[in-house]
């Protein structure tokens, strides 16, 4: 089945800097790539998504990067804001659909 | 928020009890799930429902029953409860099982004395 693995587990950046977290699969099948933010109390929010299709996606100062090849996926954040401050999860479907998350990163930003 | 609404938030319950989670979404879509997510581990899914049937139980145990009356609400009833059972219980929806864009609610976080 469907293997995804996130690193790193925690990241601390300043103010202004970007942030960038990795994910891996192993299942050739998936083909979809979802990213979730998780702020504390509060349940996974769906931030920015990439189809298999799509080799790198952009929306505001977040984007998306897929390698097909090497079955790996990363999250780019910019001028990271305290705001950005929460866990974010990485996720691929396995081959019957199903999501499959990461561990999770733990992002502090400090002003 | 989402779109997806969850009562309770907290719940503190008895290894004996019974006790319901509720779900509800607000989105229009046919595809509800139930994820259990534990501290330092991945979300784990639990059930998924398309059209009010269920078409995944990923080997929960019968301590743990769903139900889905409608494609808007779903329900998870609790009884006899482990202490390993305490997690946050998350709900969410999309619009068909593809795996795409689901959409979570705040979630309600059980704790089992």
């Known amino acids: 089945g469907e293997n995804v693995e996130q690193h790193p587990s925690t990241l601390s950046v300043q103010e202004g800097d970007s942030a960038v977290i990795k994910c891996t699969y192993s299942d050739s099948a998936s083909n979809y790539f979802p990213w979730y933010k998780q702020e504390l109390g509060k349940g996974p929010q769906l931030i920015i998504d990439?189809?298999?299709?799509?080799g790198e996606k952009k929306d505001q100062r977040i984007a998306v990067t897929l390698n097909k090849t090497a079955k790996h996926f990363s999250l780019h954040i910019t001028e990271t804001q305290p705001e950005d401050s929460a866990v974010y999860f990485c996720a691929a479907t396995d081959s019957w659909g199903k999501l499959q998350f990461g561990a999770g990163t733990q992002v502090v930003v400090t002003p | 928020e989402t779109g997806v609404t969850q009562t309770p938030r907290h719940l503190v319950m008895g290894m004996t009890n019974k006790k319901s989670l509720k779900c509800e979404q607000h989105?229009?879509?046919?595809?509800m799930y139930w994820y259990k997510q534990s501290a330092k581990k991945p979300l784990e899914l639990m059930f998924v429902y398309n059209f009010k049937e269920q078409t995944e139980n990923n080997s929960v145990p019968s301590r743990f029953s769903p139900e889905c009356p409608n494609s808007s609400h779903l329900f998870l009833h609790l009884h006899t409860l482990q202490p390993e059972d305490s997690a946050l219980y998350l709900c969410?929806?999309?619009?068909?099982?593809?795996?795409?864009?689901?959409?979570f609610g705040p979630g309600t976080r059980l704790t089992v004395t």
């Open positions: 990439i189809r298999s299709n799509v």
């Open positions: 969410a929806s999309s619009q068909d099982t593809s795996g795409y864009e689901q959409y």
């Open positions: 989105l229009g879509h046919n595809a």
